[in-house]
């Protein structure tokens, strides 16, 4: 990353900080687990003095919890823009499914995973984990029903397009120690093909 | 647990204490994660020596692999006793989907996912988990497509019960750290309407 120019306003500076430190967070969390993830070791990847990295997460918590957010929050920005990019004769369920298990899957699955193994034995941890997870579950849940232009009223959408999210974050597990993504296609495929049954039944 | 009787054979009581072993290292998986969790720490646990808890198993990767693998292997026996126990009337598949979403999200598949989540970063460990998971996720498929009576021939049969194994992993991440049974609930049932329809069709 290109050192920040000295005519650069403060508040861009301070934001490209932020953003550094929460990439490098991702990263380190992804690669080493919790128990090596500290604010130092963040603040030394991201090439941030400790003294920076402290000024905008006050805890260990904070940053991490923050980082996973903000990625999160990134990656469903991601599968909004590429679903408005699909061609018009593309099977848009097929797609879809297949862009979130991709995410799930991803870097910021593997981080946030590490984040939960650790908060199931650190209730501190989990005090922060746990809002932070039924956020962005609701933010995935709305995505999801919007991308694939479902209407929760209909008999058994909601717990349908829940269990396409439950269904991603197992594959997201089961990429996590091999790479999985021959397997992943194949699931993808015939659940897409269940999927679409069942929304187009609900119209 | 009783201390062994004096009259009890030798090799008896070798098995007994080998069980307790696992039993205490799958618990303490569960409940501390893996950089807690010690050869030491389980004897101490499991109320064994040191000594006794090395002749059984001479590495902590042997130790809580066994571990993992004694209990996923005693979890697919129960489902097997389960079902072929259930009353005539009952919606098999629902019943089946629900057992295994039942088995994903108990203390087995804590311990598991704190061993997966350490593996992920840790090459030794890494090199015992991969096979025995692949030999689990073999096991636990042919259990599944046996109890569904399902037949792998059929078009997207294969594919169908892969997910059903994913999606309760799913759901087992989803229970990490909320009690989520009751939502559990109504995504195993609209699962299983799905997939009942799915083999139905494939028959």
């Known amino acids: 990353m290109a050192a920040p120019s000295v005519r650069e306003p403060r508040q861009e500076r301070s934001r490209a900080t932020r953003r550094r430190l929460l990439a490098a967070a991702v990263r380190c969390l992804a690669e080493v687990g919790w128990s090596g993830s500290t604010v130092a070791v963040v603040a030394e990847r991201a090439g941030v003095s400790r003294g920076a ?78 809002p932070l997870e039924e956020d962005i579950g609701r933010e995935a849940h709305r995505a999801a029903l919007d991308l694939l232009g479902a209407d929760e009223s209909g008999p058994g959408v909601r717990e349908s397009v829940q269990a396409t999210l439950d269904l991603v974050r197992g594959l997201g597990l089961a990429n996590l120690l091999t790479d999985d993504r021959a397997r992943r296609g194949r699931v993808v495929r015939q659940w897409a093909r269940m999927l679409e049954r069942e929304l187009d039944a609900a119209r």
């Open 53 to 130: 990295a402290q000024h905008h997460f006050r805890t260990r918590e904070d940053l991490f919890t923050a980082a996973v957010r903000y990625v999160g929050e990134k990656r469903l920005d991601d599968i909004h823009r590429r679903a408005a990019a699909l061609p018009e004769e593309t099977s848009r369920v097929e797609a879809i499914v297949e862009m979130f298990a991709d995410v799930y899957s991803g870097l910021e699955f593997r981080a946030a995973l590490q984040m939960w193994a650790a908060a199931a034995h650190d209730p501190a941890l989990r005090a922060h984990v746990v």
